[in-house]
């Protein structure tokens, strides 16, 4: 027996034509056509009943899986202290590096679970999830098993992403480029024998790595067949955009920092830009991301929660997009298309999700509004009506 179904009275973001509810059809996980009046002889139908229909939102850039709770550091913040400073104090990274260090993988999957679960009952269909707090071997490698199990109990697609060089661990006897080689780097080979990894990032800054000494990193990403990310430009420009452009980056990220240089490097190269408005707003930063400046030049914008223990305990796409709104002033098209198609794009996934279109997968979320104004434009407000993912309600 088939498993057609004909989402019918669905209520597109963006006219097609002069056409706005139309019916998808989908089949096997994939979605066959969209239009009015679709042939429904031997198929399930489903009444959207009008409401807006759009793809499933896509987190792209997240540390999700992570141990420790960082709240005091969000009260030093307010008494005064720099992201800086609280890290060079032994905070930051390093201290999450010291409880994700003392779990296991099941320790470290049943405490992303809530975060995961809170994804996806706003509709969320994709999350990457990167390693990055473990710094060592082992331990970076237990954060993207937990990834991997992630999306074997939970009905929900996961991009995994090797981030080893995200810090220097303190206990770490050597220069950067040795910590480079013999745990990023030798790491990441034994990641992607087992299997484990799908991209390879890096965090560019004063406080982290230069882009001199990520090369090496990215050399041997290329070696194996691996795409790349970069987070920089976040606390000062660092000139990491314009190391990842020649290295074809699928994206670059945070980039408050980026200069014209930088806008015009990620455009030849083809590279999103993922702007990240949680960290922006609980940092307090006041340099915002150039988002004239990729408008102009062409840029790809996405949004991502960046959801971490310190920077960004973010779990909302539907705030993010607010944020982005109003702290950045990016469009509300701007915004959907940062969590659908430009989101799938940074994940090298824009041929099989991030869009309502034949051949893409059946990834939907059906929201109890009429116009995508309605999305953007509430904080603290989930209308998600249905969550479908492959072509089956999983929520709602």
Known sequence: MS?????????????????????????????????PDLPRAGARVHDCGGRLVTAAPIDCHSHI?????????????????????IAQAGGGIVSSMRATRAMDVADLVRTALPRVDTLLAEGCSTIEIKSGYGLSIDSELNMLRAARRIAEIRPVRVRTTWLAAHAMPPDFDGSRADYI??????????????????????????????PTEI?????????????????????????????????????????????????????????????????????????????????????????????????????????CMNMAAVLFGMTVRECLDGVTLNAARALGLEARIGGIAPGLAADLAIWDVERPAQLVGRAGHNP?????????????
């Open 215 to 319: 090369v090496p990193l990215f050399d041997r990403a290329r070696q194996l067949g691996l795409p790349v990310k970069l987070h920089t430009e976040q606390l000062t420009r660092s000139g990491g955009s314009v190391m990842a452009a020649r290295f074809g980056a699928l994206s670059v990220d945070h980039m408050e920092y980026a200069e014209a240089e930088d806008i015009a490097a990620i455009a030849r190269s083809g590279s999103v830009a993922v702007i990240l408005p949680g960290a922006f707003y609980m940092l307090g930063e006041t340099r915002k991301p150039p988002v004239a400046g990729f408008r102009a030049a062409g840029v790809p914008m996405a949004l991502a929660t960046d959801c971490n223990p310190g920077t960004s305990p973010v779990t909302s796409l539907l705030l």
């Open 384 to 396: 998600l009506h249905q969550r479908v993912f492959g072509g089956e309600i999983t929520h709602g």
């Open 65 to 85: 899986v992570h141990g420790g709770d960082r709240t005091g550091e969000f009260e030093m913040r307010l008494n005064g202290a720099s992201y800086a400073e």
């Open 181 to 210: 080689a013999d745990v990023a780097i030798r790491g990441l080979q034994i990641a992607h024998d087992e299997g484990l990894v799908d991209a390879v990032d890096a965090f560019c800054e004063g406080i982290a790595f230069a």
């Open 3 to 35: 498993d057609r179904t004909i989402w019918a009275n669905a209520r597109l973001p963006w006219p097609v034509g002069t056409q706005t509810v139309t019916d998808i059809a989908t089949e096997a996980g994939r979605i066959l056509a969209s239009g």
